[in-house]
C-alpha cells in the first residue's frame, strides 16, 4: 500500500481535530453548547493528537484539565509505535 493513503488520513483527521478544538474554544468563550470531551480525546485517539495538543497549547484551550495535558500526550506515545509499524508493515513500498 501506498504511505500517502496514511498521510492523506493523518491531515485530514488532524485539520478536523484543530476546527473541532477551535470551535469548542469559541463556543466557551460564548457559553454556548460545548463539543463533548470524550468526542476531543476520540479525535485525539484517531490520529489528531499531535495537531490538537499544539492546538490546546496554542490557544489555551484545556490546558488545565489533566485528563487533556496527560491523557494526549500518552495517546501520541501510544501512537508512535503504532505509526511506525504501519510505515514498516502495512505501508511497505
Known sequence: ??????YGY????????VVVTIADK??????????P???L???SALGGSVAMLVTMLL?????KHLKFMLGIPI??????PLLWWLLT???VR
Open 89 to 91: 508493515r502495512v505501508f
Open 59 to 63: 490557544i489555551r484551550h484545556k490546558t
Open 75 to 80: 495517546i501520541i506515545v501510544l501512537q508512535i
Open 10 to 17: 493523518l491531515g485530514v483527521i488532524s485539520v478536523i481535530a
Open 26 to 35: 469559541v463556543k466557551a468563550k460564548r457559553g454556548a453548547w460545548r463539543v
Open 41 to 43: 480525546l476520540l479525535l
Open 37 to 39: 470531551e470524550n468526542t
Open 1 to 6: 500500500m501506498n504511505p500517502n493513503i496514511l
